[in-house]
């Protein structure tokens, strides 16, 4: 299984971005999940290492940031997969999201 993470970031400092080291990262089977969910990814805005770099999707051997006007976007995605349901991984996911919706927070993503 390919494992990629994701988090909170908590603040940017100076272009760089802290990360939320009192919430533990989710992981997610990235063959498993990834692949069926690519076209959908494709039409969410994220940045790809930095804020300097807009992009869409998914840096699958990268750095993605999620911005909070597109989270809403990337927690459907998760919650419209039946595969939540036996998956507990997701749900953690799904329930990052929103922790981060909440605060208006970006959500950082770890590719493989």
Same mark, same amino acid.
């Given at each position: 299984?390919?494992?990629?993470?994701?988090?909170?970031?908590?603040?940017?400092?100076?272009?760089?971005?802290?990360?939320?080291?009192?919430?533990?990262?989710?992981?997610?089977?990235?063959d498993k999940y990834i692949n069926d969910w690519w076209n959908k990814l494709l039409t969410i805005k994220t940045y790809f290492h930095n804020l300097d770099r807009p992009a869409q999707a998914l840096a699958r051997?990268?750095?993605?940031?999620?911005?909070? +006007?597109?989270?809403?976007?990337?927690?459907?995605? #998760?919650?419209?997969? $039946?595969? %939540?349901?036996?998956?507990?991984?997701?749900? +953690?996911?799904?329930?990052?999201?929103?922790?981060? #919706?909440?605060?208006? $927070?970006? %959500?950082?993503?770890?590719?493989?």
């Amino acid at each position: 299984m390919l494992k990629t993470e994701f988090g909170i970031v908590e603040y940017f400092d100076n272009g760089e971005y802290v990360i939320d080291e009192s919430i533990e990262l989710i992981y997610i089977d990235e063959d498993k999940y990834i692949n069926d969910w690519w076209n959908k990814l494709l039409t969410i805005k994220t940045y790809f290492h930095n804020l300097d770099r807009p992009a869409q999707a998914l840096a699958r051997w990268g750095i993605t940031l999620i911005p909070p +006007e597109s989270l809403p976007a990337f927690q459907d995605i #998760i919650l419209s997969d $039946k595969r %939540i349901n036996e998956d507990t991984h997701l749900v +953690e996911l799904a329930n990052l999201i929103s922790m981060a #919706i909440d605060n208006n $927070k970006f %959500i950082i993503h770890f590719g493989v």
